[in-house]
């Protein structure tokens, strides 16, 4: 193989049980989002779009969707004579069996994969972000300051810091101190959970960490503060953009709206960073006579009949006349029948939903939002006589 | 189905769409939103899994082979087999033949070399859901030399004037074929026969100094041969014409039509990563189809959309096709337009088309 200067690894292991439903049998990465992708198209079109053509995603909970989604990667243009997209399941090793134990296990477990390709720098990724960022820019920053070890951050609200990881760092963004989910956050630069590490020095702490039978053999835990009492030399790269965790129902309901602006943070439609997604190839849209679509993103496949406000449908929906969809995200292949009216929900793929269902119509703002699937018990039927036309 | 060698014959198709054909031969017109004309019969050769399909190009493909890449949106870049772009090679300096006689006698190593026991021949014009297996076993039923696929058109329409007729009597036997223009049964351009048969029509046709396979091997020895007529019911849609492409893409707004193509037929196409559609709140959409990556701040009745198209607040797209990457800008109007790729309309402009004649804006054109 020839020698790379960086190769990512994508961390898609996580169960990511805040999401509930959503994972119950596929992984956090692989959960859709705005009306298209899943989340793992986010880091894995960033790495086409800045040059990175070698990854290895680290799979562990149910990864048989994530898998065959990724396929050969031809999607993200990863299918690559030299490189390429490598799935990397927990395997058995003559030294036993194990499942990962960490995120920095993940990547111990796969020295000899990053060590075929003598990389400089690793990039560390994780899959449940959503946001566009040039890594090799990150890069150039991470040579610039000779670091060991750079990580992505971004400036959170003081009152939110004490949900991350938060990086304390000179007034040069030289790291001193790395604290998980403080409960007094000193600093509000929250780690984006993207690192790049010169591959020698990440590679020597592994090993270490690996013989640590007390270790939780975490980056965050243990990789980065045992570094950093080393007096290795890790800094902060301040991310300006868009960037959100998506890890509850509310705060993937929450990005998903955000794309419906008439001016999204997001760009979706920017020609030069396009997010690739494996295309479910559906035929256009269609627009019935007598529906109503505003502040909306629609997919190919989908067919309404009805009114559709503030609300996000991915391909292959069909709604039904007289129903009307409000600040709601709507999974492939949803059938919503008539007069049926959804509020503030999330409704998982393939759910069907009857004539004359009101779901989450009594809830405000602030509620936290309903996810409903075909085995969801809280619907309630309208009255087919107080619908008025 | 490894018996069926596919043929695209486009070598004898006339591009008569005006400013959609000035650069592009028809098989790569776009329609229906985010399609080309050629992606509705490479989807249904893809569905009846052939080896092999050898497509014969003769002019403006530029466009249609940057469409069709190495085949892999139709599942043939394979490894044995696949999709043959052939366009026109003459070497042969002792080669007398002409037409597409000629083009076929060019590449008989084409055919050959494929496995195949018989082929199935189809241009780009008509539009369809054919199942090809059902055609194949319906032809080997039959026991005929060659099956044609004709439909009964219940109104015939101008874009039928140029299509052969069939005569078929109640035995599913063609017993003659003419182009007397108040005959229903429209030839649809395609047919199948056992590849030896057709490559011994090849070379006696050449011989005999004829020029036109279907005209000189088919119509004019149809006494020689015994054959079959399969009676297609499905979606159907001629487009040699502006006329007839305005009329058959709006058409699709019927909800029973756009079914009839869509429902049981994936049609593959050339994949391209657009966003999904924004409508954004002064967005104002019935009766359309709209492809993916465009985002509507105005008004759009009766249209179809193709991707990337951004039509601006105020402005007002009615009865109208707008083709990849239009910017209808702020406040402009159009009714019974067609507007090519990447046309640029500026703020308050007025295109009114009539209905029967819509205007045509060329590719890339600035107003």
């Excluded at chain 1, 299918?79 to 927990?90: I, Q």
Aim: with cysteine.
């Amino acid at each position: 193989m020839k020698k790379k200067e960086m190769v990512a690894m994508l961390l898609a292991g996580g169960q990511g049980k805040r999401l509930k439903g959503l994972t119950k049998s596929i992984a956090k990465p692989a959960v859709y989002f705005g009306g298209t992708y899943r989340i793992i198209d986010f880091p894995l079109s960033n790495c086409t779009n800045s040059g990175i053509d070698t990854v290895g995603v680290l799979t562990q909970y149910e990864p048989l969707v994530l898998s065959s989604y990724i396929g050969i990667g031809s999607d993200w243009d990863l299918n690559r004579k030299n490189g390429g997209v490598f799935v990397l399941p927990p395997h058995e090793r003559e030294d036993g069996s194990n499942w990962y134990r960490g995120t920095a296990d993940a990547i111990y477990r796969n020295l000899k994969f990053v060590d075929q390709f003598d990389p400089e720098h690793v990039l560390i990724l994780s899959g449940d972000h959503i946001y566009k960022m040039n890594y090799n820019t990150m890069l150039e920053y991470h040579l610039e300051r000779k670091a060991d070890c750079t990580i992505s951050v971004i400036d959170v609200p003081l009152e939110e810091a004490s949900r991350f990881g938060i990086l304390n760092t000179e007034e040069d963004y030289k790291i001193y101190e790395f604290e998980e989910k403080p409960a007094k956050p000193k600093s509000t630069l929250a780690s984006m959970g993207v690192y790049i590490f010169k591959w020698d020095v990440l590679r020597r702490a592994l090993l270490d960490d690996g013989e640590e039978s007390d270790s939780s053999h975490d980056f965050g835990k243990d990789i980065i503060p045992t570094l950093l009492s080393k007096g290795k030399s890790l800094y902060a790269y301040p991310f300006e953009g868009y960037w959100r965790d998506v890890g509850t129902v509310t705060s993937l309901w929450e990005a998903n709206m955000d794309l419906l602006s008439d001016n999204p943070p997001l760009n979706l439609n920017d020609p030069s960073w396009r997010i690739f997604t494996r295309n479910p190839n559906q035929p256009a849209q269609y627009v019935a006579p007598g529906a109503k679509v505003s502040g909306s993103l629609i997919n190919e496949g989908s067919i309404v009949r009805g009114e559709v406000r503030h609300s996000v449908l991915f391909y292959g929906v069909e709604i039904g006349e007289g129903s009307v969809i409000t600040d709601s995200v709507i999974m492939p292949k949803v059938k919503i029948g008539k007069n049926v009216r959804i509020h503030r929900a999330i409704i998982s793929e393939n759910t069907v939903i009857e004539d004359y269902m009101e779901i989450g119509t009594d809830r405000e703002d602030g509620d936290e939002i309903l996810l409903i699937d075909n085995r969801s018990k809280k619907r309630k039927s309208i009255p087919a006589n107080t619908i008025s036309s | 189905m490894k018996q069926l060698l596919g043929v695209i014959n486009l070598d004898h198709e006339l591009d008569h769409l005006n400013e959609l054909t000035y650069f592009r031969c028809g098989a790569a017109v776009p329609f229906a939103s985010r399609y080309r004309l050629i992606d509705f019969v490479l989807s249904n050769m893809m569905r009846a899994d052939l080896e092999s399909v050898g497509l014969f190009v003769r002019r403006k493909y530029r466009s249609l082979m940057d469409h069709l890449g190495d085949g892999k949106s139709w599942d043939m870049n394979r490894k044995h087999g696949g999709l043959f772009i052939l366009p026109p090679d003459w070497n042969d300096p002792t080669d007398t033949s002409l037409g597409d006689l000629q083009h076929f006698h060019n590449n008989l190593d084409f055919f050959k070399r494929a496995s195949a026991k018989y082929i199935v021949h189809s241009g780009s014009q008509h539009i369809n859901t054919i199942d090809f297996q059902e055609l194949y076993s319906y032809h080997l039923e039959k026991g005929a030399d060659v099956t044609l696929v004709y439909k009964k058109i219940d109104h015939l329409e101008p874009e039928h004037d140029p299509c052969l007729r069939l005569e078929v009597d109640e035995d599913g036997n063609v017993l003659n074929i003419h182009h007397e223009k108040n005959h229903p049964n429209i030839y649809m351009d395609m047919f199948i026969m056992e590849k030896e048969l057709f490559l011994e029509q090849v070379e006696y046709c050449i011989a005999h100094g004829e020029s036109f396979f279907f005209r000189d091997a088919i119509q004019k020895r149809r006494d020689k041969l015994k054959i079959a007529a399969f009676e297609y019911t499905g979606y159907h849609a001629v487009i040699n014409s502006v006329a007839s492409y305005y009329k058959n893409s709006m058409k699709l707004l019927d909800q029973e039509e756009y079914t009839s193509l869509f429902h049981d037929n994936q049609v593959q196409t050339k994949i391209k990563y657009e966003a999904p559609t924004r409508y954004l709140e002064s967005a104002n959409v019935s009766n359309s189809l709209v492809a993916n990556g465009c985002i509507i701040a105005g008004t759009v009745e009766n249209s179809v959309i193709f991707r990337g198209v951004q039509i601006r607040k105020g402005a007002r797209v009615v009865n109208s096709v707008i083709m990849q990457k239009c910017v209808i800008e702020e406040d402009a109007v159009i009714e019974n337009v067609i507007l090519d790729k990447d046309v640029q309309l500026s703020r308050e402009r007025i295109l009114v088309g009539d209905s029967k004649r819509p205007f045509v804006i060329a590719k890339s054109s600035k107003m």
